[in-house]
């Protein structure tokens, strides 16, 4: 039977975030933003409201809650912040995902109670210089010499890599040739603190500027073989499921930007008064948040419907490409018009909007662009011979 109403639970938990998000991170996120600080301090309180571990098992410390519960948490912060909705988005889906999906039950031991704690941050590397779309075109290196893994190469732009809590590093690195010439790709840990390992925060931001983004060095870093993720040949699978769960966050940050950045532009018509009446009531502009809040609707439809298949354990490869690419464009569509509707003021910082407008354009861009979306797509489609 088809149901579109909110469990009680899910309503709950949405007052809830709405709460924190508006006590807590509304108020700072402008500052930061500004000084381009990722607040430590915001990461604990946001640690202390669940919301790391919100999809792992309770055995490992996490509230299990699932991954709609985990979408409307991300949602209800974006409404305020993109760069805080980032860190927990990456943190829960890029860092601690792998661990949780494919790790072993010691790997999961020693890394994933911390990691919900919110003590300490996972990140993913899987983006080089040279691998960026093209993400099996890892150049880094794992040779396995005397038991441990010998490291070499580079990431870039890595989430939560390089704060004072950056703990873990997933590695994609090529570990052998296959018979047919293509690269053997493997999932590696690598320990933030392991000789060799260098991290440094990237500067310069135009969006998510109080997210924290790292470049990392590896030099003939050591691992123990043991920190092999999973099988031996299978990372590239490994990221690509991964990417399937990242792309309903970055979604759920396209939705609450959206819905954010729309509550503005209609508080700011409704107060705004040109030629005698608010601007609201001009038709132009009435029309503009009506089609707003149409695409918001639509757009919360399509990402709730992609994370219900996940949560059933249905494939959802390509509703999440979907809600990712649909969710990430209404955004744009929507703070375009936002900043409109502000006129002059919507340039301005004092505003907030401008922020919004900033913050979302990474969403086109991160966890595969929107034109890698649209090849997801076509692909299940069958648009290709
Ligand atoms: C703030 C930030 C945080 C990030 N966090 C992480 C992270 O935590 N972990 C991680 O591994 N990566 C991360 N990334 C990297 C991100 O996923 C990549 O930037 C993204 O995948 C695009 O790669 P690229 O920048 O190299 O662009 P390119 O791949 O060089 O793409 C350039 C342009 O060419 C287009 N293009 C490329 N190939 C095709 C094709 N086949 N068909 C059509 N068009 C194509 C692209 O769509 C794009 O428009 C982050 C990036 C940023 C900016």
Same mark, same amino acid.
């Given at each position: 039977?088809? &149901?579109?109403?909110?469990?009680?639970?899910?309503?709950?938990?949405?007052?809830?975030?709405?709460?924190?998000?508006? !006590?807590?991170? /509304?108020?700072?996120?402008?500052?930061?933003?500004?000084?381009?600080?990722?607040?430590?301090?915001l990461?604990?309180?946001?640690? @202390?409201m669940?919301?790391? $571990?919100?999809?792992?098992?309770?055995? %490992?410390?996490? !509230? &299990?809650?699932?991954?709609?519960?985990?979408?409307?948490?991300?949602?209800?912060?974006?409404?305020?912040? +993109?760069?805080?909705?980032?860190?927990?988005?990456?943190?829960?889906?890029?860092?601690?995902?792998?661990?949780?999906?494919?790790?072993?039950?010691?790997?999961?031991? @020693?890394?994933?109670?911390?990691?919900?704690?919110?003590?300490?941050?996972?990140?993913? =590397?899987?983006?080089?210089? &040279?691998?960026? !779309?093209?993400?099996?075109?890892?150049?880094?290196?794992?040779?396995?010499?005397?038991?441990?893994?010998?490291?070499? +190469?580079?990431?870039?732009?890595?989430?939560?890599?390089?704060?004072?809590?950056?703990?873990?590093?997933? *590695?994609?690195?090529?570990?052998?040739?296959?018979?047919? =010439?293509?690269?053997?790709?493997?999932?590696?840990?690598?320990?933030?603190?392991?000789?060799?390992?260098?991290?440094?925060?990237?500067?310069?931001?135009?969006?998510?500027? !109080?997210?924290?983004?790292?470049?990392?060095?590896?030099?003939?870093?050591?691992?123990?073989?043991? &920190?092999?993720?999973g099988?031996?040949?299978?990372g590239?699978?490994?990221?690509?499921?991964?990417?399937?769960?990242?792309?309903?966050?970055?979604?759920?940050?396209?939705?609450?930007?959206?819905?954010?950045?729309?509550?503005?532009?209609?508080? %700011?018509?409704?107060?705004? /008064?040109?030629? $005698?009446?608010?601007?609201?009531?001009f038709?132009?502009?009435?029309? /503009?948040?009506?089609?707003?809040?149409?695409?918001?609707?639509?757009?919360r439809?399509?990402?709730?419907?992609?994370?219900?298949?996940?949560?059933?354990?249905?494939?959802?490869?390509?509703?999440?490409?979907m809600a990712?690419?649909?969710?990430?464009e209404?955004?744009?569509?929507?703070?375009?018009?936002? *900043?409109?509707?502000? +006129? +002059? %003021?919507?340039?301005?910082?004092?505003?907030?909007? @401008?922020?919004?407008?900033?913050?979302?354009?990474?969403?086109?861009?991160?966890?595969?662009?929107?034109?890698?979306?649209?090849?997801?797509?076509?692909?299940?489609? $069958?648009?290709?011979?």
């Open positions: 039977m088809l &149901n579109f109403d909110l469990a009680e639970e899910h309503q709950i938990l949405r007052n809830s975030m709405r709460d924190f998000a508006e !006590s807590e991170i /509304k108020p700072v996120a402008e500052e930061l933003d500004e000084r381009e600080e990722f607040s430590l301090d990461v604990k309180k946001m640690a @202390e669940g919301l790391f $571990g919100m999809v792992v098992s309770e055995d %490992y410390g996490g !509230s &299990n809650v699932g991954y709609l519960s985990y979408i409307i948490a991300v949602e209800e912060i974006a409404r305020v912040d +993109g760069s805080a909705a980032a860190t927990v988005a990456a943190g829960n889906s890029l860092g601690i995902g792998p661990i949780y999906y494919y790790g072993n039950d010691e790997q999961k031991k @020693e890394w994933l109670p911390r990691l919900c704690r919110g003590e300490i941050l996972a990140s993913f =590397g899987l983006t080089e210089a &040279n691998a960026g !779309s093209d993400a099996g075109a890892t150049q880094t290196t794992a040779v396995l010499e005397d038991g441990q893994w010998l490291i070499n +190469g580079s990431k870039i732009f890595i989430t939560n890599s390089a704060s004072p809590i950056s703990a873990v590093i997933v *590695v994609q690195s090529q570990t052998g040739t296959l018979k047919d =010439g293509r690269r053997e790709l493997s999932c590696i840990l690598v320990p933030n603190d392991t000789p060799g390992v260098t991290a440094m925060e990237m500067h310069g931001k135009l969006m998510w500027r !109080s997210s924290n983004t790292g470049e990392l060095y590896f030099e003939d870093v050591r691992v123990p073989e043991e &920190n092999l993720l099988k031996r040949g299978e590239f699978k490994q990221m690509l499921a991964t990417l399937d769960r990242g792309r309903l966050a970055i979604a759920a940050m396209g939705l609450g930007g959206a819905q954010g950045a729309f509550e503005l532009a209609m508080n %700011y018509a409704k107060e705004r /008064k040109q030629f $005698g009446q608010t601007i609201a009531s038709q132009v502009n009435a029309f /503009k948040l009506a089609d707003m809040a149409t695409e918001i609707e639509a757009a439809n399509v990402l709730y419907k992609a994370c219900w298949f996940c949560d059933q354990g249905r494939p959802f490869t390509m509703e999440a490409a990712k690419l649909y969710c990430s209404v955004m744009r569509r929507v703070v375009n018009e936002a *900043v409109q509707i502000h +006129g +002059g %003021y919507g340039l301005m910082r004092e505003y907030q909007v @401008e922020r919004f407008f900033r913050d979302q354009k990474l969403l086109e861009i991160g966890e595969g662009t929107s034109e890698i979306q649209r090849l997801v797509i076509s692909r299940k489609l $069958g648009c290709y011979e």
